[in-house]
């Protein structure tokens, strides 16, 4: 089955810095890549997502970035803020019948001001 | 849009009790998963179903879980007999065909 894997797993960052995350997964045919944002004792949320017929997708100051030859994706995050903070998950479709995921083991992003 | 709505928001217990958990997915979704968070092995996916059938359960650790969804509005995922390796946050999922997935606050179960 599909296997996804993150890093890195904690990463800390001055405010204003840059941020970025990255994910392998393992079956080529997969073609839909969210990314979520989950704050302390809250919910995961989708905050960007990206198909496989494009290279790139930007909101603001969050992107992604896919790289279909080498099964892997990107977020990053620009001009980080301290309500940044949190951990983040990609995750990938389990299987090209249905609509379930399977997620990255999180990445805990600190920003300090 | 009054969102996934699980309940209850806590729950501690005793090992050996039987444990309920319920979920309301949004109005119009054909989609409902149960996923189960914990620090060392993340957010697993348990099951999910399509137009209220499970699809596929794999996900589910052991026979003592079990879950259900009876009608379009309406899924339970229970426990029985519970267990202290059983304490997580349990999340429920809904999603409109292949449009992206929406959680619910989840549940903190606690099996003492």
């Known amino acids: 089955g599909e296997n996804v894997e993150q890093h890195p797993s904690t990463l800390s960052v001055q405010e204003g810095d840059s941020a970025v995350i990255k994910c392998t997964y393992s079956?080529?045919?997969?073609?839909?890549f969210p990314w979520y944002k989950q704050e302390l004792g809250k919910r995961p949320q989708l905050i960007i997502d990206i198909r496989s017929n494009v290279g790139e997708k930007k909101d603001q100051r969050i992107a992604v970035t896919l790289n279909k030859t080498a099964k892997h994706f990107s977020l990053h995050i620009t001009e980080t803020q301290p309500e940044d903070s949190a951990v983040y998950f990609c995750?990938?479709?389990?299987?090209?019948?249905?609509?379930?995921?399977?997620f990255g083991k999180g990445t805990t992003l600190s920003v300090s001001s | 849009d009054a969102g996934v709505i699980q309940s209850p928001r806590h729950e501690v217990t005793e090992m050996g009790q039987e444990v309920t958990l319920r979920c309301k997915p949004i109005s119009g979704h054909d989609y409902l998963f149960w996923y189960r968070q914990t620090m060392m092995r993340g957010l697993e996916l348990l099951i999910y179903f399509n137009n209220n059938v499970p699809i596929d359960d794999s996900g589910m650790p052991e026979d003592r879980f079990s879950a259900k969804m009876p009608n379009a509005s309406f899924s339970t995922l229970k426990i029985q007999p519970s267990e202290p390796r059983d304490s997580a946050v349990y999340f429920c999922a809904s999603s409109s065909g292949r449009q992206p997935q929406h959680f619910g606050d989840g549940t903190r179960l606690s099996i003492l």
């Open positions: 079956d080529s045919a997969s073609n839909y």
């Open positions: 995750a990938v479709l389990a299987n090209q019948a249905g609509t379930a995921l399977i």
